[in-house]
């Protein structure tokens, strides 16, 4: 089989993409079940169609474009990705995994190949959590990860719930619906930028993924006594910054101690009130993000914080409160699917690099039902959620072929 990649038509249609925006090129804004996102949807449907795909829209806006194998009731070979993005974007993060899946499907028709196994495109809702504060939306509910109850109250800043804006766009399907069954996928592969630097570093075409870390946040909440900063002597204080500075250090130095470079722990936000130069803090508000392939390890940390919040309580004499808020398990990708890329990578002669998704994507939610593998191609300096986020047409044609490949392989037997 000859597969030819048609890249230039890839690349002017990440361009024609790129300009369903609400900002000023190049940023790119696309937000889910807005109008731009609905008019990016509805091209992105058309495109489908035109390669001769069966499309079909769940109720949550997941769009599954199906390539039907000869034998249409085996399990389906599924890649695919995103199209919505956070505020002042580029135009690669999530595209490339969508408009090369499509690609990598035309290729394939060209070459007249017929797959066995059906092969489907699938486009993610709602990747970014922008809007409803839950990245992964469609995936969460694909995999089971999050409950249709749960799903429906979900409500954006202005108050709109998802239930009522999916309707509004149009999709008034019954959420129970949306889960798949086990089984349904045979293999799913996802193809995304890398959104770090490693791949463009260490000169290699492509990164092949083999695990994906996940995270766990939370929100903690720490209360002490406010005061005159002048006139409250130290010995009488119970100062919610002082403790909250003393948590803090407490999660950095539990992430840097857990033997692996794997984890890694956040502190992104901390609000003080009453937050005035002479005010003693009385309380605090921060969150806390911790990330690891390793679920054991990753939990290590979070009981390291939960037994400081108990002692720094205790010996300061504030009331801390933990909350956490989610804490997906990490994943490890599929051998036989990674096997598949690294085949196709030797028979091209692109070099690759075995490597850790330390961002999530929706792969992380579709592993908790099917078997997944991930494929980055560079960007240019790590730069991702930003204007400039670049990967380079070479890059995106090596990453869409070995996906062509890697489908072939995973659909025919
Ligand atoms: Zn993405």
Redesign the pocket.
Known sequence: MNLAIDLERVISEIDALSAFSDAEPPAVTRIVFTLTDLKARAWMKARCEQAGLAVRVDAVGNTFARWIGSDPAAPVVGTG??IDAIPNAGKY??VV?VLGGLEAIRALQRAGFRPKHSIELLVFTS??PTRFGVGCLGSRLLSGSLSPEDAEKLTDSQGASLDQARRQAGMTGDLDQVRLLNGYHKAFVEL??E?GPLLEQQGKSLGLVERIAAPASLRVHVEGTGGHAGAVLMSQRQDALCAAAELILAVEQAARSSGSVDTVATVGICDVFPGAVNSIPSKVYFTVDVRDTDLQRRDRVLRVLNEACRQTSARRQVAVQAELLNADAPADCATAIVGALSQACKKHGFSFLPMTSR?Y?DSLFISRIAPVAMLFIPCRNGYSHRPDEYASPEDIGKGTLVLAEALATLSCA
């Open positions: 990705s995103h993060d999530g995994g990747e970014e995304h930028i959104q961002a994507h």
